[in-house]
């Protein structure tokens, strides 16, 4: 074979690349059978236990009748969902477990995120439902789906999802701003700190074009909301 005919190593290059390529396929597609991880995270009293414990039921009751602990270790169950396991995962809201969160959000085993809000509460803790999204989409490195839950809608101080959506945009631009502008170590280094936008600055919902995020209307003791669009998203 004659290595230096135009022809013959136009042939060998595209081979190449067809085998590269093949194998790229075959990885993603080895890496996405592998996912089957979905992870309920939110502040602690938003409600995930008690969704959480809905889903492994047959069929939601409205209101439910379900009595949660606050607890310092995962809840797990697993589903069967067309022919194949997935394992569905309530975090602790607790934040002096916050690296163990990390590591779960790292882990190529993960294939969706439910993030539960407590709609009623949200006056209060705009902040930190704020500074933990924050946390949860920086190291969702992966770009899984997220699903903002706003929850417990029944109640009469609920927030709706426009207002906690517009709420959440600002505080997330307070918390990009304060990184951004935050220097990593005292040695007058101008690195800054890891931002969940390019730019540091004021942010809007399209800043995250590569990760998507949704948001629906929840409720674990009113069928008008319930908590069926959550089960289709664990389920999809």
Not at 55 to 71: D, G, I, V
């Amino acid at each position: 074979m004659d290595f230096t005919d135009p022809t013959t190593l136009g042939v060998l290059v595209a081979a190449v690349v067809g085998l590269i390529t093949i194998l790229l396929i075959v990885l993603k597609s080895l890496r996405s059978s592998n996912k089957n991880r979905v992870l309920f995270v939110g502040l602690m009293d938003s409600g995930k236990t008690t969704i959480f414990t809905q889903l492994s039921q047959k069929e939601a009751e409205y209101p439910t009748t379900t009595r949660t602990f606050t607890s310092m270790v995962e809840n797990k169950i697993t589903l069967r969902i067309k022919d194949k396991e997935r394992e569905i995962i309530d975090y602790p809201g607790n934040d002096r477990l916050r690296q163990k969160l990390i590591d779960l959000i790292h882990s190529r085993s993960l294939l969706r995120i439910v993030f539960v809000v407590d709609s009623a509460a949200f006056s209060k803790n705009a902040r930190d439902v704020a500074e933990l999204f924050y946390l949860v989409a920086l190291e969702n490195t992966d770009k899984v789906p997220i699903l903002i839950a706003c929850h417990k809608q029944d109640l009469s101080l609920a927030k709706t999802e426009k207002v906690i959506r517009n709420s959440l945009e600002k505080e997330i631009g307070f918390i990009n701003k304060s990184r951004a502008a935050a220097l990593i170590g005292t040695d007058g280094s101008d690195e800054k700190r890891a931002t969940l936008t390019d730019t540091g600055v004021d942010f809007s919902w399209e800043d995250l074009k590569k990760q998507e995020v949704s948001f629906v209307t929840t409720s674990s003791y009113s069928a008008d909301f319930g908590v069926h669009e959550i089960a289709s998203f664990v389920r999809a």
